[in-house]
Structures are given as C-alpha cells and as structure tokens.
C-alpha cells in the first residue's frame, strides 16, 4: 500500500492524501545521509562560498534556486536519476547550508551571480521571502546554458476559477491588476518561458505535518465554508513530477500538477481525524456563505489537456 502512493508514476494516486496521512513517514529525504556527491573539494562550509569560475559543470549537474522542502526532494530524486552529479542549491540566507552541505547540495547566495552556466536549473523559492522576485527569476534564467531544461514552481493561484468547478492547464487566468499576487507569479512565469522554460504550477502542497490540515488543525475553529473544494499535492509527488518535466527537456511549456483526489475541506479533515495520527482536535469550520476562494482542481477528463496532474497524466510524461 505504501508503494503504491510513493510513486505518482503509478497509475492510481488515488486515495493519496489519505494515505500519506496515515503513512507519515514517507518522506525519507531526511534519512538520506550518504550522498553520491559531497562538495569536498569545493570547500563549502556554513561560511558563505563564493561559487568559483573555475567549476566544471557537468552535463547532469542541477542547480536548485530555492533548496527548501520541494528543492531537497527534487535534488534527492536527481540524484537518484544521475549518480554522481552535483546538485548546488542556492539560498535567501546562509541559515540552513550546513544542512544543505550534509545532504550533498552545495549551497551559495551567489550561483546566479556567478559567470557558471547549468544546464539544469530549477527555480522553487516562493516569493515571499524576496525583495526583487522578478530579478532573481531573470538572474536564475541567464543562467540556464540552454541544454537541459530550465522549470519553475510556479503555484495555481493565477487560474481564475472561484466556483468549485474544473481547472486545467489551459484554463483562463486571473487579469493582470486584480491582485499583486497573482501579477507577480504571471510575470514570473513569462520571464520564464521568454527564455525557453517551463512553469509547473502547484496546487497547495502538503505533506504529514505541513499544509492546509496542518494549519487547520492548529487553529481548531475556522471561518471557512467547509465544502470548498480542494485538490492538493504531496510534496514527493511535487518533486517527482518536476524531475520528469526536467527530464523530458520541454520548452515553453505551463503544467499543472495536482494530485487529481479533489476534497472538501470537511472531508480533508475527516481524514485527518481518521488517520488517528494527530494528537490535536479538530472542532469545525463555521462558514456558509462566503465565497470559494479558489476551487479546484478537478481534472477534466476529456484528455486534452496536456499533461500532469497524478494518474494517467503523469504516467504520460514519466514513460
Ligand atoms: N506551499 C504551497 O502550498 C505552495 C503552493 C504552490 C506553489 N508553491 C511553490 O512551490 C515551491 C516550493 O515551495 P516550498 O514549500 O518547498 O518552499 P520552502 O520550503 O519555503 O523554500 C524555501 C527555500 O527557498 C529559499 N529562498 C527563498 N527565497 C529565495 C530567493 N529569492 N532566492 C534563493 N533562494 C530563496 C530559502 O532560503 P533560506 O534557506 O535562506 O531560507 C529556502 O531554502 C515554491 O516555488 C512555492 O512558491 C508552494
């Protein structure tokens, strides 16, 4: 049972959110002490290292702008993929590179300043933390050599969809003005793909002790309508899907990836109580007529669109 929700490569995630709350201890990064590449000779410490000109970048080697929970994942997975390559992730602040350094990712403040060119890059830092989003988008691009593939994390915020109904990857977006929000991930996504990169929006991301039911479930009382429609994704499965989009080398491509097990809120936390796996109570949700915030994502099962999204969409990219 477990095996079969680790791998989104299989065809039925259904069922997934329930499953990785009774398994909580799936996400096995943290176990991963050996790595196939340690920055010996790159001299990294928790000092700040300044990337050398000098480094041979490898035909596999991937730079991770964002190395945070998705990012280790990602670099976990590459790994995996191409032993022996070096995974370099790059940070807001010298906070966790010993951390970094521990689990094989070399860490930096300044890989995109540097006048190195990957030819792997994956941006997933969220915006919140940086003063100048756009630019750190426009530096981790020029630094893309062109080669492999060039993704960001971006999230499903902008689709414009508020009614409970189907989203897809072409589903119409929120107008630029409506909310900075949103403006500032559609700029960043079209930086991107100005490039030749690809945008992977995330639905809300999850794993056992973080996500929506994590923050619920701390609060005990929400004002939220309780039949709000959810459809999340784990993030092994986030990290998953972005290395099979990696791999695949696309070009100027929007994904959308989410788990295709749409629940309400009530149900997500009926789960939870279930799982038996949470010491806290949930009491309730109170609200009943405020709006849908943001629907989603139900997959439309027309087969149109293009990809993602757990099941058969993904299986269609991971062969
Ligand atoms: N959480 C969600 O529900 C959700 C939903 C949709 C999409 N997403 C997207 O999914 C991606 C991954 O999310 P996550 O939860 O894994 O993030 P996370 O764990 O919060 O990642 C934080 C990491 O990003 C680094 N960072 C932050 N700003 C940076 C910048 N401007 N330049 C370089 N590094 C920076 C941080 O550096 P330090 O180590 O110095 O702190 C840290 O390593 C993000 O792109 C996010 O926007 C998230």
């Not at 049972?1 to 009774?22: K, Y």
């Not at 480094?55 to 702008?65: K, S, Y």
């Not at 020029?142 to 969809?161: K, R």
């Not at 009926?270 to 799982?275: R, W």
Request: one cysteine or more.
């Amino acid at each position: 049972m477990e095996l079969g929700i680790r791998s989104p490569v299989h065809a039925t995630l259904f069922h997934h959110f329930s499953n990785s709350l009774l398994f909580p201890a799936r996400l096995t990064l943290l176990n991963t002490t050996s790595s196939s590449f340690m920055a010996t000779h790159l001299h990294v410490s928790s000092e700040e290292f300044d990337p050398s000109p000098s480094l041979a970048i490898g035909q596999h080697d991937l730079l991770i702008v964002g190395p945070g929970i998705l990012g280790r994942l990602v670099a976990h997975n590459w790994r995996q993929e191409y032993s022996g390559c070096q995974v370099f992730g790059q940070t807001a602040t010298t906070n966790h590179h010993r951390e970094l350094t521990e689990i094989g990712i070399n860490p930096s403040l300044k890989w995109t300043k540097a006048s190195l060119k990957f030819p792997y890059v994956i941006f997933c830092a969220p915006p919140y933390q940086s003063s100048d989003y756009l630019g750190d988008l426009r530096l981790a691009a020029s630094c893309w050599n062109g080669e492999g593939a060039l993704l960001f994390t971006s999230s499903s915020a902008p689709y414009d969809c508020n009614d409970n109904g189907l989203c897809h990857e072409d589903s119409p977006v929120v107008p630029t003005g409506r909310s900075p929000r949103t403006d500032v991930l559609l700029k960043a996504e079209k930086i991107v793909l100005e490039f030749g990169g690809s945008v992977l929006r995330l639905s809300g991301l999850y794993k056992v002790d973080k996500g929506a039911h994590a923050y619920w479930l701390e609060k005990g009382i929400v004002e939220s309508r309780p039949d709000h429609i959810l459809n999340l994704i784990h993030y092994e499965d986030a990290a998953s899907l972005s290395v099979a989009i990696l791999k695949k080398q696309f070009r100027g491509r929007i994904f959308l990836g989410c788990d295709n097990h749409p629940l309400s809120r009530q149900e997500v936390m009926d789960l939870v109580y279930k799982s038996g796996k949470f010491s806290k109570k949930f009491e309730k949700f109170t609200g009943n007529n405020d709006c849908f915030l943001k629907c989603l994502f139900k997959h439309s099962n027309a087969g149109t669109t293009l990809v993602i999204v757990g099941t058969l969409r993904f299986s269609m990219i991971s062969n």
